[in-house]
């Protein structure tokens, strides 16, 4: 089989990594990639959004399926545009259609789906800014702090978490004049839960699911949970307080309704499902769905599966999944991401990234590089995840920031406290 992976994240070079080593794969190619991938696949210049070049590659290429990694295609419809056109029906995408990444797409969809299918999550109501007078009426019959959450896609930027009632009037109306473009056009006016976060993770083809390991990323740059959200500076999987009992809420109660109203309002789903949670008290809220696996959570949940993924793959392509063999790794995996300097604010690409060829007991998947005559440079603002195994958190955390003390590039920082609250 050819593959095709549509992405050039952390995530993609994961998924790059673990489909190399089905012997049902002859050939990966990544649109975009990295400097990473290039080593597993072959790197091609095609526009995830540019639907029909992404079509036509596959076809003149012989790939016999496509595993999206990025949010942004899927919510722009790529599966659809594949279904739709006869000519390239054939071959499958994993990732769900367009109405089913609304989940994803649209903040307003997916609290509305919540609760018309019983999935516990935060009080809330949705405003456009001609209701700008009532969504601040409605803050004031809140408690502190406020959460106000960009409707559409924001780049991981559009929720904000505010303490101050004036703050979030201001912020409020900063949405709605443009703060996040299209994205702000609708605020999502939610209660805040209180609680400890954590990542649950599915693949499905529709009908049957199969549940992935568990993970909790770090989103904050500064160690204790301090300073700006970034798209994520580690994680960990498994989570030590969700047990069994609380999982089994969260299947219960998250996973079978979610899978039931996808069909009750007949979306074929296709793909995977990232529910964000939250534990409150020992039950689980969703705070976001995502219609793809995360970044850096991949860097921990995909080392896990030790069985074939591209049989989950194949199960979901051809509506089997059900009879698909999965096993877990019962270790601990830690990734630590190394970025730049200034991430998430301004920062400088374009830094060689020495002494990768010394490291060693960890996985170093690369988010944010290119190569440039024979040298591996940055280009974005996550640049590597260090990802290990352990036979507990201790472990596994010890060979991550050994080998992050060892890789070197001007401006490098990492936290140093992943893990820290478990």
Request: aromatic residues 10%.
């Amino acid at each position: 089989m050819n593959v095709l992976i549509l992405g050039s994240g952390g995530r993609e070079h994961t998924l790059s990594w673990k489909i190399a080593q089905s012997d049902k794969v002859d050939k990966i190619y990544i649109a975009p990639g990295n400097a990473g991938t290039a080593v597993l696949g072959e790197n091609v210049n095609l526009d995830a959004g540019n639907f029909e070049s992404v079509a036509e590659f596959a076809l003149g290429n012989d790939v016999d399926m496509i595993v999206v990694g990025p949010e942004a295609p899927l919510v722009g419809g790529i599966h659809d545009f594949f279904l739709e056109n006869e000519k390239y029906r054939h071959i499958p995408v994993v990732g769900p259609v367009k109405r089913g990444a609304m989940l994803e797409g649209s903040k307003h969809f997916a609290k509305r789906f919540m609760m018309q299918n019983g999935i516990p999550t935060a009080a809330y109501k949705s405003f456009s800014k001609e209701n700008f007078e009532s969504a601040c009426e409605f803050m004031r019959t809140m408690k502190k702090p406020y959460v106000l959450k960009a409707d559409g896609l924001a780049a991981g930027k559009g929720v904000l978490i505010i303490n101050d009632y004036d703050e979030a009037v201001q912020e409020l109306d900063r949405m709605f004049s443009g703060k996040f473009g299209e994205a702000g056009k609708i605020v999502v006016v939610e209660e805040f839960l209180k609680g400890i976060e954590l990542s649950v993770f599915i693949i499905t083809d529709g009908e049957d699911y199969k549940i992935l390991p568990e993970a909790k990323d770090y989103k904050r740059v500064g160690e204790k949970d301090t300073g700006l959200n970034t798209g994520g500076m580690g994680a960990v999987s498994p989570v030590p307080f969700a047990d069994e009992t609380f999982l089994k809420r969260v299947e219960i109660r998250i996973i079978k309704p979610t899978i039931s109203g996808l069909k009750r309002e007949g979306i074929k789903y296709k793909g995977f499902i990232y529910f964000g949670l939250m534990n409150v008290d020992g039950d689980p809220y969703v705070v976001e769905y995502n219609v793809r696996m995360g970044d850096p959570e991949a860097e921990v949940v995909i080392p896990r599966i030790k069985s074939d993924l591209m049989e989950l793959l194949l199960g979901v392509a051809e509506g089997n999944l059900k009879k698909r063999k999965m096993d877990i790794s019962g270790e601990t995996v830690v990734t630590v991401m190394l970025v730049s300097g200034g991430y998430p604010g301004e920062y400088e690409k374009g830094k060689e990234i020495f002494n990768m060829d010394k490291t060693s007991g960890s996985i170093i998947f690369q988010a944010g590089t290119r190569t440039e005559d024979g040298r591996v440079i940055s280009s974005g603002g996550r640049v590597l995840a260090i990802s290990s195994f352990g036979s507990d958190l201790k472990d596994a955390l010890k060979k991550s920031y050994a080998n992050a003390e060892i890789i070197d590039f001007e401006g490098k920082y990492f936290r140093k406290d992943i893990g820290f609250d478990l």
